[in-house]
């Protein structure tokens, strides 16, 4: 009987480490500065988790002059760059190091955003309510 259950808990841990469920999740956290890694064809989502509506000011740092980005807003409405979304909507950006990239998003937004080029590249982001 434990060795049942010894399996099943193997299985069960084994199933959620797989990449299926990895997706990466970012909160904003109002009033830090933080660097995020955008590696290349990994959707990173970002989340408002507040009851107001917040802006991210980021910075992009790469070594390639140009860096496309996918854009897609998941839940709720919110802008990136001054350009509106609402659910479902795609938007397509390409940037250099040292563009700044500017996301708003109303409470329970959810945005994600997916690094299209050839390499990884980092977005330094603050945020502000």
């Not at 995020?36 to 064809?41: G, I, W």
């Not at 409405?77 to 938007?91: I, P």
């Not at 996301?103 to 959810?110: E, F, S």
């Amino acid at each position: 009987m434990i060795r049942k259950i010894g399996y099943t808990l193997l299985c069960g841990c084994s199933l959620f480490a797989t990449t299926a469920f990895s997706t990466t999740n970012h909160y904003f956290t109002q009033g830090y500065s933080i660097e995020y890694e955008l590696p290349v064809n990994v959707p990173q989502t970002f989340s408002n988790g507040f009851f107001w509506t917040v802006k991210a000011n980021c910075t992009i740092i790469s070594d390639t002059n140009e860096n496309p980005i996918s854009v897609k807003m998941l839940r709720k409405t919110g802008s990136v760059n001054d350009t509106q979304l609402t659910t479902g909507e795609l938007l397509g950006l390409v940037l250099q190091s040292g563009d700044k990239l500017t996301i708003t998003a109303v409470p329970g937004a959810k945005v994600e955003l997916i690094n299209m080029g050839a390499k990884s590249i980092k977005a330094s982001c603050s945020t502000a309510g």
